[in-house]
């Protein structure tokens, strides 16, 4: 919380599905105000392959390998959803111009562990560095694990022990003194890669669990069930490490599950928000869902944030009471339902009238809000408005033309409150090589999303 104000920032920019035919890249970010390079990419380091899809990142040491000195948070890992490949970047020799590191290659993971598809990767007290994976090398889902060796990023094999592993994967967070790892959900790789088809959900390709693993076993234990269509996302413990409990956003079901561990010792679920969808004409189905897509907590553990991709806003909620979240900031990015657009609202639940367009330097943002990112002191939301490219492509088809952006929000931590900075804006749509899709932001020296405390 007290740590110093972040001044750079890194984010994967994405070009499969857009049409140009160039390598993804590590853009890295100047944020800080007062510098003459404010808002601006002053790095880019290109993929030497096409079409990896990167999406998410992590470490290589975070606040798990407390207290071992010889650990330093020096190489980012960037696993490539689609390809399967794992880049290490160097971010340590110097932080405002990253290297490549190393490469591990698909065959890799498909031979040591049979698994593709990496999502998440964080790094574990041991050393090593744990990747969640979405499916098997053929594009079925597989909810397996595998673990890098932290010196070497040689692939060791499956974390995962016993014949049990969940149908699907996604993300995944750790809780050692409650001897627990909890993932979740999304989709088969080979069902959601090129869009989504809501008949999918029924058919049984999306998720709906949060499954349980005992973390000194790395068995799998228990799967909570959050009801059919739901498809969980991102999940996070609250921070505290004593703390036996956390929320997870569920993307279809526009619910925030807060998951607890029960007087038994197993594990339960129990819906605290919901996001009404509204009833709508001129879009895929009459009902559109906010599609919370992105969630995190403050690192004090006392507010809760999430980003409602269609809809177009982003939520703070006053978590003091874990059981009943307290909405007490929002703030609309674009979306699907801004006035002048192509979709109508009939019928809505939370709003009077469809939202204004949101315009920022002159510039009406495609897309909606969707990874969130938030500072030390928890005064400012990083926001960026691609999901996915196969997904972007699909639902909003301007963002592959005009690019992402990343906005930042100004957070009234007293109170709660959320409002939109004017003066930051970060256009992709001006990159070099054209458009690219901007996803996860990450501090160098770690953040609300990527360290977990031991």
């Known amino acids: 919380l007290k740590g110093p104000r972040e001044e750079i920032v890194y984010l994967p920019c994405i070009y499969r599905n857009t049409g140009i035919e160039k390598p993804d890249y590590l853009a890295t970010v100047d944020v800080n ?38 650990k330093k948070r020096n190489r980012l890992i960037l696993p490539s959803l689609i390809s399967s490949r794992i880049y290490v970047v160097d971010v340590g020799t110097d932080m405002r111009a990253p290297r490549i590191h190393k490469v591990v290659e698909p065959v890799e993971l498909f031979w040591k562990g049979n698994v593709a598809n990496p999502h998440t990767s ?50 995944f967070w750790y809780q050692p003194r409650h001897n627990v790892l909890m993932s979740t959900e999304w ?34 234990l228990q799967a909570v069930d959050l009801g059919q269509g739901s498809i969980p996302l991102e999940i996070r413990f609250l921070h505290n490490p004593d703390a036996a409990e956390g929320f997870v956003g569920c993307a279809l079901s526009g619910a925030v599950h807060r998951f607890y561990k029960t007087e038994k010792g197993d594990w339960a679920a129990e819906k605290v928000i919901e996001v009404p969808s509204k009833k709508v004409q001129g879009w895929l189905l009459p009902d559109m869902p906010g599609l919370i897509t992105d969630i995190l907590i ?6 809760l944030y ?41 019928e809505d639940k939370e709003l009077r009238c469809q939202p204004e367009p949101f315009v920022i330097k002159g510039k009406r943002v495609p897309g909606g809000p969707q990874m969130i990112q938030l500072s030390l002191d928890g005064k400012r939301l990083y926001v960026t408005s691609s999901l996915y490219s196969g997904w972007d492509k699909q639902f909003y088809p301007d963002l592959l033309k005009e690019g992402s952006v990343m906005l930042q929000i100004d957070v009234d931590t007293e109170r709660g409150g959320l409002k939109v900075n004017e003066n ?16 996860e932001i990450r501090y160098p020296g770690g953040d609300c999303t990527s360290d977990i405390w031991v």
């Open 424 to 439: 930051f804006l970060v256009d992709f749509g001006k990159e070099p090589d054209g458009p690219v899709l901007a996803h």
């Open 306 to 346: 999430f980003s409602n991709w269609l809809h177009g806003d982003i939520r703070q909620y006053d978590i003091s009471n874990t059981r009943q979240p307290k909405l007490v900031g929002q703030v609309f990015l674009g979306g699907s339902i801004a006035k002048g657009g192509a979709v109508t609202v009939v």
């Open 122 to 171: 964080h790094c574990l007290g041991s050393g090593d560095i744990l990747i969640s994976c979405l499916g098997d090398p053929s594009g079925n889902g597989k909810g397996g694990f595998i673990l890098l060796d932290g010196e070497t990023f040689e692939v060791k094999g499956n974390w995962e022990k016993g014949g049990k592993v969940p149908s699907l994967g996604y993300d």
């Open 298 to 303: 403050s690192l004090d553990d006392r507010f």
């Open 187 to 220: 989709g088969a790789p080979k069902v959601l890669a090129n869009g989504f088809n809501p008949a999918d959900v029924a058919r049984g390709h999306y998720g709906r669990h949060i499954n349980v693993w005992d973390w000194s076993t790395h068995t799998y």
């Open 33 to 70: 105000p007062k510098s003459p390079h404010y808002c601006q990419v002053i790095h880019r380091l290109p993929m030497p392959n096409l079409k990896d899809e990167l999406h998410h990142s992590g470490w290589n040491s975070c606040s798990s390998c407390f207290g071992d000195a010889t």
